[in-house]
């Protein structure tokens, strides 16, 4: 069964703190993991895809790394507006359908 | 990225009552669509999986009498909520996926159901 595994829960930062969010991951086999932003009340936003390990990928402020245990989402001097839950999601390239497994999320507050 | 569009946003209903939310792909086709269920600080659930014109696949515990879903054309699916009660109430997302090599699933605003 895949599994996604994300930690802190909650983390809360300082403004221009930065640190590293993680996903360790089980999977039969990786087609792709993916990182999205989620406001409260709104629904998941996508950031970035990761296919195979050693792959990084930077948007602004965020940067997301992938080994074939875990991924990480750096963020570099981040603003009270990076304040979100952070979600973490993996696709089986094998088995039954191409569903994403969502892990709980870490909670980010950017304190100003 | 592409727009999925999810209606409404919020909705109240009685207890007995049945309500449809509606998913969109504005800017693309989706042969596939998902909908997910999500409860207070709590990540998204897969209910089920839509594909155009064929019947939905309902995960282990869910329902399917009572969330009927259709998936009648390549940018619409709909999920609806049969006598619904108070424990039905949550935040349900939809989401979609174009299809070939693009595996991104770009999801729906949510819909806050609320079952007084």
């Known amino acids: 069964e895949d599994q996604v595994t994300q930690s802190p829960e909650a983390l809360r930062l300082q403004e221009g703190e930065s640190s590293s969010l993680n996903c360790s991951y089980t999977?039969?086999?990786?087609?792709?993991l993916f990182w999205y932003r989620q406001d409260p009340g709104k629904g998941p936003e996508f950031l970035f895809t990761?296919?195979?390990a050693g792959e990084e990928k930077e948007k602004e402020r965020l940067k997301a790394t992938l080994t074939k245990k875990e991924s990480f989402l750096h963020i570099t001097a981040p603003k009270p507006e990076d304040s979100a839950t952070y979600l973490c999601?993996?696709?089986?390239?094998?088995?039954?359908?191409?569903?994403?497994?969502f892990g709980s999320g870490t909670q980010l507050t950017v304190l100003p | 990225g592409a727009v999925v569009s999810q209606h409404p946003s919020w909705v109240i209903c009685k207890s007995g009552t049945s309500v449809k939310i509606e998913c969109r792909s504005l800017?693309?086709?989706?042969?596939?669509m998902f909908w997910y269920r999500q409860f207070p600080k709590q990540s998204l659930m897969l209910m089920a999986t839509?594909?155009?014109?064929?019947?939905?696949?309902?995960e282990q515990g869910v329902e399917k009498d009572k969330f009927l879903i259709n998936h009648a054309s390549l940018t619409l699916s709909t999920l609806t909520v049969t006598s619904a009660h108070p424990e039905d109430s949550s935040f349900y997302i939809c989401?979609?996926?174009?299809?070939?090599?693009?595996?991104?699933?770009?999801f729906g605003q949510g819909t806050r159901l609320t079952v007084v």
């Open positions: 839509s594909n155009e014109g064929s019947k939905a696949t309902y």
């Open positions: 800017d693309f086709q989706a042969t596939t």
């Open positions: 989401s979609a996926r174009q299809g070939g090599r693009n595996t991104e699933a770009f």
């Open positions: 999601a993996v696709q089986a390239s094998e088995g039954s359908a191409r569903q994403l497994t």
């Open positions: 990761l296919y195979s």
């Open positions: 999977v039969s086999g990786l087609r792709g």
